[in-house]
Nanobody, 117 residues
Framework: QLQLVESGGGLVQPGGSLRLSCAASKFKLDYYAIGWFRQAPGKEREGVACINSITEGNTYYADSVKGRFTISRVGANHTVYLQMNSLKPEDTAVYYC?????????WGQGTQVTVSS
């Protein structure tokens, strides 16, 4: 089964930035759409951003993060990034990356992002 690994979470002050990474063990994500989701305490998991395959490159964002977050991929290291700027306390959540490879959904273990002064 595909193993997705997220990293880059942490504690940051409001207005700060973090960059999350998503990679797969022994698998190249380049030709698959990858999504970032988040789940705050007591709330449902919600979609944050999505990027199409490396050959298409289209990106999509939730309204709540447009203009602040940027999803991208670097083909050389087969990694998908979520650059998060101008962070707000309401961005606090566990962030997950998601891939659907040939009809099989896979989630990472999640990385905690806490925005607090």
């Amino acid at each position: 089964q595909l193993q997705l690994v997220e990293s880059g979470g942490g504690l940051v002050q409001p207005g700060g930035s973090l960059r999350l990474s998503c990679a797969a063990s022994k698998f190249k994500l380049d030709y698959y759409a990858i999504g970032w989701f988040r789940q705050a305490p007591g709330k449902e998991r919600e979609g944050v951003a999505c990027i199409n395959s490396i050959t298409e490159g289209n990106t999509y964002y939730a309204d709540s993060v447009k203009g602040r977050f940027t999803i991208s991929r670097v083909g050389a290291n087969h990694t998908v990034y979520l650059q998060m700027n101008s962070l707000k306390p309401e961005d606090t959540a566990v962030y997950y990356c998601y891939a659907n490879i040939n009809g099989v959904p896979s989630w990472g273990q999640g990385t905690q992002v806490t925005v607090s002064s």
